[in-house]
């Protein structure tokens, strides 16, 4: 019996832990969308995109402390992009252009490693309190979430040479969030979902090409989301 007690106490006190965490990613993604838009009403402009962050954030926001513009600046195209680029890419410059605006926390470097799209959590891409999943910023236009083009936020765990986009949450706790903060469905509204790195993980939709007409995978207990919330 006092076995069964410290089990359930233990269980009882990681789920506590897991939901502070869950809540923390709310925080988080109402936290960056603020300072996503502050930043095109302050400067005109999206964060990384920006064409003139030169003249903004001079040396800080060089690479070797001379003028850099063409590496700090974005293209002014509206499209955050996430290229094979490690010092012009836009996606981890965006995370730089908000903390050097002051609207974030931290302190990121806007560029990838020699790979060139490889988010490295909690130095180019915020972190998040769960193990090696962190945040990305990109346009995407045709990642099976959103049927139009968008700018949004990502969140996913480490993916070698690209950003983090494996999964890392499961289709009951990825619904609890869209729940609280967005329309609860998988696929409308500005909070959405996917599978995670493999196409055989099913977080919801059936799987991928994701099937519209389907529900969330709720049986499914393992980790097969990651998650993308639109910004724009």
């Given at each position: 019996?006092?076995?069964?007690?410290?089990?359930?106490?233990?269980v009882?006190?990681q789920?506590?832990?897991?939901?502070?965490?869950?809540?923390?990613?709310?925080?988080?993604?109402n936290?960056?969308?603020?300072?996503?838009?502050?930043?095109r009403?302050?400067?005109?402009?999206?964060?990384?995109?920006?064409?003139?962050?030169?003249?903004?954030?001079?040396?800080?926001?060089?690479d070797?402390?001379?003028?850099?513009?063409?590496?700090?600046?974005?293209?002014?195209?509206?499209?955050?992009?996430?290229?094979?680029?490690?010092?012009?890419?836009?996606?981890?410059?965006?995370w730089?252009?908000?903390?050097?605006?002051?609207?974030?926390?931290g302190?990121?470097?806007?560029?990838?490693?020699?790979?060139?799209?490889?988010?490295d959590?909690?130095?180019?891409?915020?972190?998040?309190k769960?193990e090696?999943?962190?945040?990305?910023?990109?346009?995407?236009?045709?990642?099976?979430?959103?049927?139009?083009d968008?700018?949004?936020f990502?969140?996913?765990?480490?993916?070698?040479?690209?950003?983090?986009?494996a999964?890392?949450?499961?289709?009951?706790?990825?619904?609890?969030?869209?729940?609280k903060?967005?329309?609860?469905?998988?696929?409308?509204?500005?909070?959405?979902?996917?599978?995670?790195?493999?196409?055989?993980?099913?977080?919801?939709?059936?799987g991928?090409?994701?099937?519209?007409?389907?529900?969330?995978?709720?049986?499914?207990?393992?980790?097969?989301?990651y998650?993308?919330?639109?910004?724009?």
């Amino acid at each position: 019996m006092i076995i069964g007690l410290i089990v359930a106490a233990v269980v009882g006190g990681q789920n506590l832990v897991k939901q502070a965490k869950l809540r923390g990613v709310i925080t988080d993604v109402n936290k960056y969308k603020v300072a996503h838009n502050t930043f095109r009403l302050e400067y005109g402009g999206i964060a990384g995109d920006l064409r003139n962050a030169y003249s903004y954030f001079g040396a800080s926001c060089s690479d070797t402390g001379a003028n850099d513009d063409d590496k700090c600046s974005g293209n002014g195209n509206k499209r955050v992009e996430l290229v094979s680029d490690a010092d012009e890419n836009e996606a981890y410059r965006y995370w730089q252009h908000l903390s050097l605006a002051s609207l974030i926390e931290g302190s990121y470097t806007g560029l990838a490693p020699t790979a060139g799209r490889q988010a490295d959590i909690g130095i180019n891409v915020p972190a998040t309190k769960f193990e090696n999943v962190g945040w990305y910023f990109d346009y995407s236009d045709s990642n099976g979430v959103w049927s139009s083009d968008k700018n949004g936020f990502g969140l996913g765990k480490f993916r070698a040479n690209t950003a983090p986009t494996a999964a890392w949450i499961n289709p009951k706790d990825a619904k609890s969030i869209d729940e609280k903060i967005d329309d609860g469905e998988w696929q409308t509204g500005w909070v959405a979902v996917s599978h995670g790195t493999f196409a055989t993980e099913d977080c919801a939709g059936g799987g991928f090409p994701p099937n519209t007409s389907l529900d969330w995978s709720l049986s499914d207990t393992t980790d097969s989301c990651y998650m993308r919330f639109m910004a724009d």
